[in-house]
């Protein structure tokens, strides 16, 4: 999340609203730069109802867990990303584990492996994504997992570890073989803004081999903002446009995948 340049530019209007509440499962409340109460009124008129705001460092995370204390239909994960975990000191896993017990926070992540960016050796980012499993597992929470370039070793450290109930495979950027393996795992994938790209035509096989109750819907904002605004600010308010994107994809009514990803969500996170 840290290597990406900020969005500029005038943010999109608001989309038609969806006939069904859903939820942003992945954003970055922190990064972007607007007024929480107004980006979050924007979110809920269109039919966003709640989201999950994600930490990359421990004072983001901090940050989020506090958002998430103040704002009603907000909860917090909270980790330190691969591209941060260079260098991290035993101190900041032991404060991951106090935000980690906090009742607003219903996640580790995001963390996982990011082998696109050569800034961390493999090895350590390996060692620190283990440890974010076992924080998961010791407060009984999600584990919400970037995953990028490298699809084999998250599935391996995973499975060697041994994934939390609930592991979410945020912005997922795998082919349709990667999730037909992960829904055999059980895992959770959520698809963001890359699904409506016009060169992601391997996501959106993807998409369409996932099981509904095994899907989720985010945007990553401020980042991926879904097409036909690509490249200017996002923000949950945008999270239409990808749940109409993959609704015509796996061909169901846009109602009916609101109300399953929003228990997905629910069963996922916990009630919020």
Not at 41 to 69: E, N, P, Q
Not at 133 to 143: D, F, N, P, Q, V
Not at 180 to 199: D, Q, W
Not at 237 to 248: D, M, S
């Amino acid at each position: 999340m840290t290597d990406r340049p900020l969005r500029t530019g005038t943010p999109p209007e608001l989309p038609e609203a969806l006939p069904a509440e859903v939820v942003d499962s992945h954003c970055h409340l922190d990064a972007m730069g607007v007024d929480i109460g107004r980006s979050l009124a924007d979110a809920r008129s269109v039919g966003v109802s709640r989201v999950v705001t994600v930490g990359d460092t421990l004072a983001s995370s901090r940050w989020c867990a506090d958002t998430a204390a103040a704002h009603p239909g907000v909860i917090a994960a909270v980790a330190v990303h691969p591209n941060e975990v260079g260098g991290i000191v035993e101190s900041t896993w032991d404060g991951l584990a106090e935000l980690a017990a906090r009742p607003e926070v219903r996640a580790v992540g995001e963390t996982g492996l990011d082998y696109y960016w050569d800034r961390v050796p493999a090895a350590q980012q390996q060692d620190a994504f283990r440890r974010h499993i076992a924080l998961a597992k010791a407060h009984e929470l999600a584990l919400v997992i970037h995953d990028r370039d490298a699809h084999a070793d998250v599935l391996r450290v995973l499975a060697e570890e041994g994934a939390p109930e609930h592991t979410v495979f945020h912005c997922f950027s795998g082919d349709a073989d990667m999730a037909r393996e992960c829904v055999r795992a059980g895992y959770v994938l959520s698809f963001a803004g890359t699904v409506t790209f016009k060169n992601a035509a391997p996501l959106r096989e993807a998409a369409t081999v996932v099981p509904l109750d095994r899907l989720l819907v985010e945007t990553d904002a401020p980042f991926l903002t879904p097409m036909p605004y690509r490249g200017r600010p996002n923000a949950p308010y945008l999270v239409p446009w990808t749940v109409r994107a993959l609704a015509q994809l796996k061909t169901v009514h846009i109602e009916h995948l609101c109300e399953e990803v929003t228990r997905t969500a629910e069963r996922v996170f916990g009630a919020w």
